[in-house]
């Protein structure tokens, strides 16, 4: 463990923080995409078939032949090393909610010893990391090694720049030496492709002739603290969990509402300028930022892209979060709750689906009654979340996450879709077998004569729904902040592909029996909000009364933890699921369910090994100093003949005491190592492990509101959350 230097050191050191040196941003034109070899660039570096053969790839997924791949490797070398690198990297995504990269050079040496950059076709589409020290879940063994990452040219190869120079990174799919997915890429670009073959089905049978490549989008606006480095520093909880273990309320919160959508502090904003101007070099289009709810969050969305691009670019803006954070003094914490009691962090992720052709497939248009096209396709979302709704669930499931869900401040961890006043009436309306016209949103006019009139929404926003439309797209809103988007877009990507195989063979029934268009689209949809639609809810999803009403009357699950949600990856109807589809193996499937069991019981392994420790090294020594001091002022007093009010000495001296029980309850419970099951382990730390771990930090937490403000070892909450 590091050495603690202290609470006073570090607002001392945080207060005497000389002025920030600001530099001018660029501006926007000049620097877009700067750093990026996407077509606009390769238009410019290639012979006009190259370009056409990798524009081709790019925009369709047409596999690229070797000569065209021997052109673009020298191409994409000549602009690399003109913009100062040396190096590069395959960068991929393993199963750990982070990037990998393993960097080689370009120099090699020829026969008289001389320096040359050598960059070949080969070398490009293929590198060859080790396969068995990343989380596999036992598709590699340790002595069977060998691995591959293999260049994805659908999504722009960039420079990296750091304080050490400049890395050309190509983003990489990354597999096993016997062609298992070792990596989140992989079952995101299978699942695209099984929906894009869904969708066409479902667009051949309405009518459609001229179809082109279906593609999901994201748009994920992530949520994140900034910390002072000094009290980052001085807690080990902080630096090896990503959230406070310890910590009392301070005597304001956020309660007030005066961070939200507040002023941004200057030195936040001076960040914030840095990280987004980083962004558009890499072509990153961050959209918006602002304050979020608790003090000291905040929040920034990226615009839509195709949703391979965006899941990469997530990664990349975490990555250069972090780094940019650091360079300013800060702390980013992407933690779900790094501090409880107050707002956690999400990563709300908007999800549509579409083609150059037909459009935005979930976009109802001004009259969503009359768009039989929009409806199918609400309609398969509709179905696959009800179906799924457990699998959903454990797209989701971190430990990290859980802290989040379920409080009232996220959605709760039951799964139903919401879809505004307006289109819920028009599927209610479908399930009673006709379509009635819809209504308007109208128009907004507040009476003032400045303000000009405005067309209102058809419908309001739900923010305690966990999966909601929200105008000409879906937003999955219980995403932790800490997560890849790869899992949940696989997961959404692969049930709506099966809603539009079910779709596309009841629809095909309907038309051959001799119905119209309509009548066979308004038919499909009856029975499908027949089976399918109790997911569909409007109210307050936090209510008790929806928990009730969503488990005891609509059959939906309740699903709190992630002991309880990743077994969901084992059921038949799941494994069935993508193994139909294409998207992932049941070998590949069940790598998934053992990477991430054994990341939740490490998670919180790790954090009751960190409360065991705090608790015994910093807080218990706290205390009993504090008690002593107190006893003996109380001794000193009675000498004077001033008798000292035992009140609060009484009370230290309990919660010490309940502190040192708690402690030898958690470190008990740490000694147990036989479990029948991974889910018999993960339910150990669910309902055992986590409770022990919030009983000592129930008494640590009381002590802090009496021990002496100078003996408190730790940066409180009011100092953390408040001083920038």
């Given amino acids: 463990m590091s050495a603690n230097p202290g609470r006073q050191t570090a607002i001392q050191n945080i207060t005497n923080r000389p002025p920030q040196d600001v530099s001018p941003t660029d501006f926007l034109g000049k620097i877009w995409a700067e750093d990026v070899f996407n077509l606009e660039r390769m238009e410019w570096a290639l012979s006009k078939n190259a370009f056409k053969a990798i524009k081709k790839t790019v925009q369709t997924g047409e596999p690229l032949d070797a000569a065209t791949a021997n052109v673009v490797a020298a191409a994409m070398k000549e602009w690399a090393v003109s913009k100062g690198a040396k190096f590069f990297s395959h960068i991929f995504y393993p199963m750990t909610n982070i990037t990998a990269e393993k960097h080689d050079g370009f120099i090699v040496s020829d026969s008289e010893g001389r320096a040359i950059t050598e960059f070949t076709g080969s070398l490009l589409i293929k590198g060859e990391p080790d396969g068995s020290s990343f989380p596999n879940g036992s598709l590699r063994m340790t002595n069977a090694a060998r691995g591959y990452t293999a260049w994805d040219p659908t999504s722009p190869a960039y420079i990296m720049r750091t304080d050490n120079g400049a890395t050309l990174m190509i983003p990489s799919v990354f597999m096993s030496w016997t062609g298992e997915a070792l990596d989140k890429k992989i079952p995101l670009l299978r699942s695209n492709a099984a929906m894009d073959k869904a969708g066409r089905k479902v667009l051949e049978l309405m009518g459609e002739t001229d179809i082109a490549a279906l593609n999901s989008s994201c748009g994920a606006e992530q949520e994140y603290f900034l910390l002072d480095a000094h009290f980052a520093n001085s807690r080990p909880d902080l630096l090896l969990a990503g959230r406070t273990l310890f910590g009392a309320a301070p005597a304001k919160g956020q309660e007030f509402d005066d961070h939200y959508f507040g002023a941004i502090p200057a030195r936040v904003q001076v960040f914030m300028q840095d990280f987004e101007d980083q962004l558009y070099k890499l072509g990153i289009p961050a959209k918006t930022h602002h304050n979020e709810v608790a003090p000291g969050q905040f929040e920034i969305a990226p615009y839509f892209e195709a949703a391979n691009v965006a899941a990469d670019h997530q990664q990349l803006m975490m990555t ?184 596309a ?44 009403e969503a488990v005891e009357e609509r059959g939906l699950k309740n699903i709190p933890t992630t002991a309880d949600a990743l077994p969901a990856l084992r059921e038949d109807s799941v494994v069935q699921l993508f193994s139909s589809t294409g998207v992932l193996s049941p070998p590949e499937l069940e790598s998934r369910f ?71 309850g958690l470190a008990g419970a740490m000694e147990k190592e036989d479990f029948a099951s991974t889910e018999e382990h993960m339910q150990f730390c669910a309902g055992d492990i986590l409770p022990l771990m919030n009983e000592v930090r129930a008494a640590a937490d009381a002590l802090e509101g009496y021990v002496a403000d100078e003996l408190w070892p730790l940066p409180k909450y009011q100092e953390m959350l408040f001083i920038k």
């Fill in 594 to 664: 053992e990477v991430y069991a054994e990341q939740y019981i490490l998670s919180i392994e790790v954090e009751a090994k960190l409360v065991l420790d705090m608790a015994r090294t910093l807080i218990y020594p706290a205390a009993t100093t504090y008690l002593a001091n107190l006893a003996g002022a109380s001794q000193s007093l009675s000498g004077m003949g001033v008798e000292m009010d035992g009140t609060i000495m009484g009370a230290v001296a309990e919660q010490v005491n309940l502190l040192s029980s708690s402690i030898a």
């Fill in 320 to 503: 250069l979060m972090k780094a940019t954070a650091k360079k300013h003094g800060f702390v980013c914490l992407l933690h779900e709750k790094p501090f409880a009691g107050v707002n956690g962090s999400g990563k709300h992720v908007n999800w549509s689906v579409g083609n150059a052709t037909q459009g935005n497939l979930l976009d109802p248009g001004s009259t969503p009654h009359e768009n039989l096209l929009f409806l199918l396709f609400c309609g398969a979302v509709i179905r696959g979340v009800h179906l799924y709704g457990p699998l959903l669930r454990a797209v989701i499931a971190t430990a990290s996450n859980d802290h989040r869900l379920g409080a009232n401040e996220a959605p709760p961890a039951i799964l139903s879709v919401y879809l505004g006043d307006q289109l819920e009436k028009v599927f209610t309306d479908i399930k009673e077998g006709n379509i009635h016209t819809g209504e308007a949103g109208g128009e907004m006019d507040l009476g003032l004569s400045q303000i000009l009139t405005f067309e209102r929404d058809p419908g309001d926003r739900n923010r305690t729904s966990p999966f909601a439309f929200t105008g000409n797209r879906f937003e999955f809103r219980a995403v932790g902040s800490s997560q890849s988007v790869s899992g949940p877009l696989v997961a959404m990507n692969t049930i709506l592909a099966d809603s539009l195989d079910w779709i």
């Fill in 505 to 548: 063979e009841k629809l095909e029934a309907e038309l051959g029996a001799g119905k119209n268009q309509a009548d066979a689209v308004v038919t499909v949809l009856r029975d499908l909000m027949n089976e399918h639609g109790n997911v569909v809810f409007g109210g307050d999803g936090y209510s008790a009364e929806w928990h009730r």
